[in-house]
């Protein structure tokens, strides 16, 4: 068993715990905001990440740190005792896995559906809201939308819902005709 799979699975029993006590205590909507400001905190900040991830510092300076970051970012009490609870059992560095994994239970319980939509030019907020409500009604959920660009698309859209594409992009409507013209 290789140790990013032990990561991953100690993330989401974390994740798992610290889910299920934010929905007893009514606070779901808090603790999922602390996880992404946790996931930006730790993306944003080199220094930060080296901490957490290191195995050269013990837990207490790991937690430390991550106390005092969640002591300015005005964490739930129910988030800081989930570091404190990592930290005691040597498993802070299973944070990205946590937060990986409580986020796609929040996205679950509240029937939201994630999608990553590549396009050849940016999006305009009303292309976005547009799609966002197209694909809400298709998916039967609340569709979150993430945009990135890619100019090789030419034209058109690539919608990534899961494990399913939607392509709908110039360039692939090209190389099918290429491809179709090279068997005639």
Do not use: C
């Amino acid at each position: 068993m290789n140790d990013q799979y032990r990561e991953t699975e100690a993330g989401e029993r974390y994740a798992r715990a610290a889910f299920d006590l934010a929905l007893d205590q009514k606070i779901l909507d808090k603790v999922q905001a602390d996880a992404e400001t946790l996931k930006a905190l730790l993306t944003e900040s080199a220094e930060l990440r080296a901490v957490v991830a290191s195995p050269f510092y013990k837990s207490e300076v790991k937690l430390n740190a991550l106390l005092a970051v969640a002591a300015k970012a005005k964490l739930q009490e129910l988030t800081k005792k989930t570091l404190g609870v990592m930290a005691a059992n040597g498993r802070l560095n299973h944070l990205f896995p946590l937060i990986t994994a409580f986020n796609k239970l929040y996205a679950a319980h509240k029937g939201i559906v994630s999608a990553e939509v590549t396009s050849a030019a940016a999006l305009s907020d009303e292309q976005t809201a547009s799609l966002k409500a197209a694909l809400t009604k298709a998916l039967g959920g609340q569709a979150d939308i993430r945009t990135q660009v890619d100019p090789a698309l030419l034209g058109g859209l690539k919608v990534r819902v899961g494990s399913r594409l939607f392509d709908a992009s110039l360039k692939t409507k090209l190389d099918s005709l290429k491809f179709a013209l090279k068997k005639a």
